[in-house]
């Protein structure tokens, strides 16, 4: 291991190993058991020779050395290899060859076994990066951040921070999580799917483009920490919705759901409910009835294609011929606040400058005298 890999993890005390059971291993045809010249029973090297419970127990006590830092790391990783290999071979194939000696409790997977030693463990992922030689960063559970702080415990938090709409615990974490060269990208565009999702879909092209940026300010400094810091940053501003990731953990919680078949649909769109009445203004110029009743565009915009729950949008303001306008459209056009808008938009149809100003200057009195009118019925009123 570098002097720099040996800086990611602080020193423990290491802990005594548990004293180990004796564990048999099958016989050779024709050998006693203990073919040694002293009688004494012998323990295998050979994980394929183990008894399940003794496979099981070799491999969490791999484990726990290497939570202890008992020895030389990548030694115990090499060693402990074969025994997990060995294991997910035996639960993959079970059921399927006679041949292993084994005594596993029957329908126990790979991926139940590991779950059931999380604690020990770690994730399936992890699991499966050591199986597959990728040991960079295969070792969460030992590995701390420069605070001292475990580097799950720290990704966690960074997590919690973006639900929470914490920016300052969010930048922090990331911050310790960047400078033991954890791929914080990965979790920034995972936070930006799990967390924010649908509620903001700018938000994973904006990490997508910070990554990229990222990547051309790598150096010696450390100007790239500026991009995962306004990452961050955006993903603890963003409205969140975890909707998609919801509908993952239910399929997952709910594996034999299947949808419903097309009798099961027109079963259902049977059963008695209450029809919604139907509203006046559905019967518009788009429906043979509506056009009966002699409804054309006008009721369209008036009545049909009034929305209940309109944003703050400023809505298309068309030229108009303001001479035209009446005293209501005036005011309503005020209190829009399109005034100014609709005057440029006018006004944007003339290219001789005397006209146009003439045009706006008549605008401006015109709606001075409304104001002054207004405001005089507006006293009377009161």
Not at 117 to 129: D, E, P, Q
Not at 223 to 236: F, P, R, Y
Request: net charge positive.
């Amino acid at each position: 291991m570098t002097p720099a890999t040996k800086k990611l993890f602080r020193a423990r005390p290491a802990t005594p190993a548990p004293a180990k059971k004796l564990v048999l291993a099958r016989p050779a045809a024709g050998a006693g058991v203990g073919a040694g010249t002293s009688g004494q029973l012998t323990r295998s090297n050979d994980p394929a020779d183990l008894e399940y419970l003794y496979l099981d127990e070799e491999i969490s006590l791999g484990f726990r050395r290497l939570q202890a830092y008992a020895g030389d790391i990548e030694m115990e990783i090499e060693r402990l290899v074969p025994y997990l290999r060995e294991m997910r071979h035996r639960l993959t194939s079970q059921g399927k060859r006679s041949d292993h000696l084994t005594s596993a409790p029957s329908g126990l997977t790979w991926q139940a076994w590991v779950e059931s030693k999380k604690a020990i463990f770690g994730s399936l992922s992890t699991v499966n990066r050591l199986l597959a030689g990728k040991r960079k960063d295969s070792r969460p559970w030992m590995t701390y951040t420069p605070d001292g702080t475990l580097v799950e415990v720290a990704r966690s938090a960074a997590q919690k921070a973006v639900r929470d709409g914490d920016e300052t615990a969010g930048v922090y974490w990331i911050r310790q999580l960047y400078l033991v060269n954890r791929n914080v990208w990965k979790m920034l565009a995972t936070f930006a799917v799990e967390d924010i999702g649908i509620a903001d879909l700018t938000v994973k092209t904006h990490i997508l483009e910070l990554e990229q940026l990222a990547s051309k300010c790598e150096d010696a400094r450390q100007s790239d920490l500026l991009h995962v810091i306004t990452a961050m940053t955006i993903c603890c501003r963003a409205k969140k919705s975890r909707a998609a990731d919801n509908a993952c953990v239910w399929l997952r919680e709910n594996p034999t759901y299947t949808p419903p078949s097309p009798k099961e649909i027109e079963g259902v769109a049977k059963m008695e409910t209450v029809q919604p009445a139907i509203p006046d203004k559905v019967y518009d110029m788009h429906t043979n009835e509506g056009r009966r009743m002699g409804r054309g565009l006008e009721h369209f915009l008036k009545e049909a294609s009034v929305l209940a729950n309109e944003s703050e949008v400023q809505p298309f303001v068309p030229p108009s011929d303001w001479t035209q306008c009446t005293a209501a459209e005036v005011d309503a056009t005020i209190a829009r606040g399109q005034a100014k808008a609709k005057v440029a938009a006018y006004l944007g149809h003339f290219k001789d400058e005397e006209v146009k100003t003439r045009l706006h200057e008549f605008v401006q009195e015109l709606m001075a005298e409304f104001l002054l009118v207004k405001a005089a019925a507006a006293g009377k009123g009161n």
